[in-house]
């Protein structure tokens, strides 16, 4: 009888213990990932996809800008090398590495993770991939071709998943890494005539999600942005289908400019949000 006293007072005890354990570890946890978003991206090597226009060529921009050692991932190699000229001139150091590599993200994974190794023997480890390869067709479903769902799940979704799993063990080995992917409004919501669309940022959500989880303990970050639409060429190209309907749901949301979005991504990513909600 005794014996269980003792125990139950030594129970009672660690109650008065809890709070500052709980406390104890929101605090662990803030200041850790305060550290690990305060790292600079100077001299840090900072991989692209869809790089060569819009927002993706802006956010090589604003890496160059804060000296970071920048590859432009895309198909087109003339627009590579465009996007590469004026990637240069936002440097801050004429000894900047920004460099080009031809892919197309919808390929095979063992032609990705060859690729990435190559631009990894090039450029050094990667610090950050900014997955920005992504496209958008318009239109009820029946006005969709079978080959542009297709497309839209490759690019959209495995576009950004190959090259996710081409660096992520390389970035846990090495304990430090951020990842980013660009979703859209439509992976909260789905909107008319963006049904295949919004089913491919939808997976790509779920997978930033998930991956955060797996990561969280590594020295990795995630996050994922939700751009409304963003005047690029590709959005161009979405209004020449897009239907009525579409188009004044959409503009409820306005119409950004590229730098701004990818300012805004590049700000919160360094600041460890991950999530981020981009409005007008």
Known sequence: ??????????????????????????????????????????KKHVVITGASSGIGKSFACEAARRGANVTLVARNVDKLKEAEIEVKKCCID???GI????????????????????????????????????????????????????????????????PTKAVIEGMKSRGEGHVIFTASEAAFLGIYGLAPYSASKYALRGFAEALQMEVKYSGLQVTVAFPPDTDTPGFEIEELSKPRETRLICQSSGLLKPDTVAIKIMNDALHYNMKRYLMN
Do not use: W
């Open 94 to 96: 004429p000894m900047q």
């Open 99 to 162: 460099s080009t590599f031809s892919v197309d993200v919808t390929q095979s994974y063992s032609v990705i993770r060859e690729a990435f190794a190559e631009i990894e023997k090039e450029g050094g480890p990667i610090f950050m991939l900014m997955n920005c390869a992504g496209t958008a067709v318009c239109g009820i479903l029946e006005d969709i071709s079978p080959a542009d769902i297709k497309n839209m799940t490759d690019l959209n979704y495995h576009g950004s998943v190959f």
């Open 1 to 42: 009888m005794e014996f269980a006293f003792t125990i139950l007072s030594y129970l009672c005890s660690l109650l008065y213990f809890l709070p500052l354990i709980f406390v104890a570890g929101i605090l662990y946890d803030f200041v850790r990932y305060k550290t690990l978003s305060s790292a600079s991206l100077l």
